[in-house]
Nanobody
Framework: QVQLVESGGGLVQPGGSLRLSCAAS????????MAWYRQAPGKQRELVAS???????NYAESVRGRFTISRDNAKKTVYLQMNSLNPEDTAVYYC???????WGQGTQVTVSS
């Protein structure tokens, strides 16, 4: 059974940074493409960034240049470094493996002064 545990969210001022982590289990992590999604209040869940098993990355236009997705296969963990945060980045952030339907509990990111 695939399990995903996100952490690292919190309250940050505009312009600040956060690093999210997602620990995965129940799958062969190194073979799976991973992604971060987010869902803001009243909005649909959206894809933020993805990373393939070979380390190729893709980003939503709204975060390109500010966010960086990375992975550590030895730790079975995917990260999302978020810089230059603005209030529009406020959301619950989730990680997911593309090949599985499982979602973690998410981690809340709030950008506010």
């Amino acid at each position: 059974q695939v399990q995903l545990v996100e952490s690292g969210g919190g309250l940050v001022q505009p312009g600040g940074s956060l690093r999210l982590s997602c620990a995965a289990s129940g799958m062969i992590f190194r073979l799976n493409s991973m992604a971060w999604y987010r869902q803001a209040p009243g909005k649909q869940r959206e894809l933020v960034a993805s990373i393939s098993s070979l380390g190729m990355t893709n980003y939503a236009e709204s975060v390109r240049g500010r966010f960086t997705i990375s992975r550590d296969n030895a730790k079975k963990t995917v990260y999302l470094q978020m810089n230059s945060l603005n209030p529009e980045d406020t959301a619950v952030y989730y990680c997911k493996a593309f090949s599985y339907d499982s979602w973690g509990q998410g981690t809340q990111v709030t950008v506010s002064s």
